[in-house]
Nanobody, 120 residues
Framework: QVQLVESGGGLVQAGGSLRLSCAAS????????MGWYRQAPGKQRELVAS???????NYTDSVKGRFTASRDNAKNTVYLQMNSLKPEDTAVYYC??????????????WGQGTLVTVSS
């Protein structure tokens, strides 16, 4: 069973930076796309950034130029560097991965979430 554990959330002032990490554990043969989603109070969960195994990335428009996703395939870990944070970035951030484990099928896995709060 593949598990994802996020870390790095917290409270930061507007204009500040945070770096989120998400490590996958368990029996893992391969991880395809990894991504970061977020859900603000009263809003639907939205995709923030995704990165494939080759390192190609996609970002939602509101974070382009401020957030950078990266990954270390050897460590089965994905990162999200968040700069120039704004109060509207406040949300619970979730890690997501499509992982090949003992089931021998790519399954979608979610982390437990980490809270990012940006004060004005």
């Amino acid at each position: 069973q593949v598990q994802l554990v996020e870390s790095g959330g917290g409270l930061v002032q507007a204009g500040g930076s945070l770096r989120l990490s998400c490590a996958a554990s368990g029996v893992i043969f391969s991880i395809n796309t990894m991504g970061w989603y977020r859900q603000a109070p009263g809003k639907q969960r939205e995709l923030v950034a995704s990165i494939n195994r080759g390192g190609s990335t996609n970002y939602t428009d509101s974070v382009k130029g401020r957030f950078t996703a990266s990954r270390d395939n050897a460590k089965n870990t994905v990162y999200l560097q968040m700069n120039s944070l704004k109060p509207e970035d406040t949300a619970v951030y979730y890690c997501n991965a499509h992982a090949l484990g003992l089931s021998l099928r790519y399954l979608e896995v979610w982390g437990q979430g980490t809270l990012v709060t940006v004060s004005s």
